[in-house]
């Protein structure tokens, strides 16, 4: 269907509308029904799901052109437009998640709150924001919104009750940084994938102190394919390409991360008997945007639309998306690399319907499960 929209830059921008109007119609009407009072969602992660604190937390200006085509203006997401946690959100008829650290956007955090943060990872753990800072930050939240919940303030109503974290969907999308800081320091593939375990390990840790706390709604990200960064393929001078353009041993470094990942998923399971556990495959729906690249309409698969250099991969690390030299693709273009980094809105927008298929997740629980009925 998006190979109708290969040539026109004015039509593409009804192909963006039109993954939209996709994503909402994937709610059937008795799914709609069944999410007349929306879960408390509670998110952490890195970059891909940060929808402000770093922002709110560091004050790092993340400027204009980020979020030019949904939101007008700059809201600290690295990307044009929305995420795949803004597209969750809204299929499940919720606010989008706030970051934790905004002090002054006036709320209360009624539908959760988000704790990722740009350059997060599961590893050194005791450093601003990893996995573990972020449940720290979590654990006081916690503490303090129930502690205002059971005041006698006439707003007691407006914070998260106990029923409200029992019930609330607890989101980790984390450890992309740690497997792309190691080889970024210089560690070889083998040394890389040496640290998978720890990795898993700092995640399968988090779910539990998260279960210690009343948790019992778990939906886990894989991590998508590194090697088809734009990024990460103009720093790489030594290149071991596959077929699609893609680094090979970046790319299988994600997969082992992932297939253990899963493993540790399905442990969890067994031991955690009362709680559901939902494994995402999003490794292989952005994989796919790549590897059929055409179908979707994207014509440039592996180059960013915001970025410097030009062909092939539109990124220069000393002049990236929103600085001085910096260029930016026309609003109609289609690319599933904003920055070289992070998704576009359209290509976000098209593995958030592939999630909310079901085709993807393990077990195939329909996203609105997580309503509170």
């Not at 994503?23 to 009072?37: G, I, V, Y």
């Not at 375990?197 to 988090?206: F, Y």
């Not at 709680?275 to 590897?291: F, G, P, Q, R």
């Not at 002049?319 to 260029?327: L, Y």
């Amino acid at each position: 269907m998006a190979t109708l929209f290969l040539h026109s830059d004015t039509l593409s921008i009804f192909f963006i509308i039109f993954v939209s109007l996709v994503l909402l119609s994937l709610r059937q009407p008795s799914e709609a029904a069944s999410c007349t009072t929306p879960p408390v969602i509670f998110n952490f992660g890195d970059s891909n799901s940060d929808t402000g604190g770093l922002v709110a937390g560091l004050g790092y200006p993340v400027g204009f052109p980020n979020g030019r085509l949904f939101f007008r203006r700059s809201t600290g997401r690295l990307s044009d437009g929305r995420l795949l946690i803004d597209f969750l959100c809204q299929s499940l008829n919720t606010s989008l998640l706030r970051p934790y650290l905004d002090s002054l956007g006036g709320t209360r955090f009624q539908n959760g709150a988000n704790f990722a943060i740009v350059g997060s990872a599961t590893l050194p753990k005791n450093v601003p924001f990893s996995l573990s800072i972020q449940l720290m930050q979590f654990s006081h939240f916690k503490s303090r919104s129930l502690e205002l919940a059971s005041s006698s303030n006439s707003l007691k109503g407006m914070y998260i009750s106990e029923d409200g974290f029992k019930n609330a969907l607890y989101m980790i999308d984390i450890g992309q940084n740690d497997i792309s800081h190691s080889f970024a320091k210089g560690n070889s593939y083998s040394q890389t994938v040496k640290l998978i375990p720890q990795i898993v390990s700092e995640i399968q840790s988090g779910i539990k102190r998260l279960y210690d706390e009343g948790g019992r709604r778990f939906w886990i990200h894989n991590t998508g394919p590194l090697g088809c960064l734009p990024q990460k393929l103009s720093m790489v001078t030594s290149k071991d390409l596959d077929q699609h353009g893609c680094l090979a041993s970046y790319n299988s470094a994600a997969k082992l991360f992932n297939q253990r990942l899963d493993h540790m998923c399905e442990e969890l399971r067994s031991q955690l008997k009362d709680a559901t556990i939902i494994y995402v495959d999003i490794y292989t729906i952005k994989y796919s945007l790549i590897a059929n690249s055409n179908e979707y309409g994207f014509g440039r698969p592996l180059m960013a639309c915001c970025g410097y250099g030009g062909t092939p991969y539109n990124y220069n690390m000393n002049i990236t998306c929103g600085h001085r030299g910096s260029n930016v693709c026309d609003k109609g273009s289609r690319f599933v690399s904003w920055d070289g980094i992070h998704y576009t809105e359209t290509a976000n927008a098209i593995v958030a319907m592939k999630v909310l298929s079901m085709q993807y997740s393990n077990p195939s629980n329909p996203f609105h499960f997580f309503c509170r009925r």
